[in-house]
């Protein structure tokens, strides 16, 4: 008996083409989750300098001022942050930071205040390259916008 050949099927070579959409889909699926996930971390990391900063800038109190009865409307004695020397102790905590090179890229101070005299204030705003679209934001010229903002306490200890 003669071996008989097979005729062509239509529908032959289609299940490959649905099986490389289907993984072509879930890397891309994987590639957005975990872009997402370095834009959360490096928000994680900005917030966490920000409350560095913040906390600095709440301790950072120039020597004589630490007994300085504060303005009325803001409480009984205690210690008073002015906006400037907030803003002059956020500056001084970046320019003294030990590793620039883990600074976050583009990084601004928007904010460093003290809204009560008593807290400091501090709003950085930085751009996040996710590893796997890095290449697309930075030919594009800007990656994606992040900002955290912290407020730390000044106190003079006491109950």
Partial sequence: M????????AEDG????LTLGFVVLGLMLVAVVASAA?????HKRLYNLADVLAASAADAMPPGRHLVAAAPGVGG?????????VARAVAAELAAYPFPEQLPEGLRVA???SPDGRSARVTLVASSHPPLVGWFTRTAGHGFTISASSTARAVTGGP
Avoid: K, N, T
Wanted: no cysteine; proline share 3%; glycine share 6%.
């Fill in 2 to 9: 003669a071996a008989r050949e097979r005729a062509p099927q």
């Fill in 14 to 17: 289609r299940i490959l083409l």
């Fill in 38 to 42: 370095a834009v959360h971390l490096d």
């Fill in 77 to 85: 004695g205690g210690l008073l942050l002015s906006d400037d020397a």
């Fill in 111 to 113: 904010e460093a205040d």
